[in-house]
């Protein structure tokens, strides 16, 4: 399964993974909500709520890991440092349902700003 993010005139893709998170919000698409940074993160809500996933729930991610936030409840998307992270390792808030990786350079992400239209749909060769 493999989805298309949208952000202003910004598009990426990611494979989802196998997991029950990664099943819920493919079965929730399309979505469109408001961005939000936190450090090297882009995060934006989503809804319902889900819980933390046994078998994908990290508190340590990768760059273009994209993660659900069960406290938000938000779509993470990771290229970076975030303000919790030490050097070495990008750390959430609190623990992420890793459900999918960005394909190629999650950097470009780096160019999101606050507030922008953001919109994930199932990608046309999903």
């Not at 202003?8 to 493919?26: D, M, P, Y």
């Not at 809804?47 to 069960?70: H, N, Q």
Request: a positive charge; one cysteine or more; glycine letters at 10%.
């Amino acid at each position: 399964m493999k989805i298309k993010i949208t952000i202003g005139k910004l598009a990426v893709f990611a494979e989802l993974n196998g997991s029950r998170t990664a099943k819920w919000i493919w079965n929730c698409l399309p979505v469109v909500s408001k961005t939000q940074l936190w450090g090297e993160e882009v995060y934006f809500n989503i809804t319902p709520k889900i819980e933390i996933e046994k078998g994908c729930a990290r508190d340590i991610v990768e760059p273009g890991d994209v993660a659900y936030w069960p406290q938000g409840p938000c779509m993470c998307l990771f290229f970076g440092m975030t303000p919790h992270s030490k050097p070495g390792e990008i750390k959430p808030a609190s623990t992420v349902n890793v459900f999918g990786k960005i394909e190629g350079d999650p950097h470009i992400l780096s160019t999101v700003k606050e507030g922008e239209l953001v919109k994930v749909q199932r990608a046309a060769h999903g």
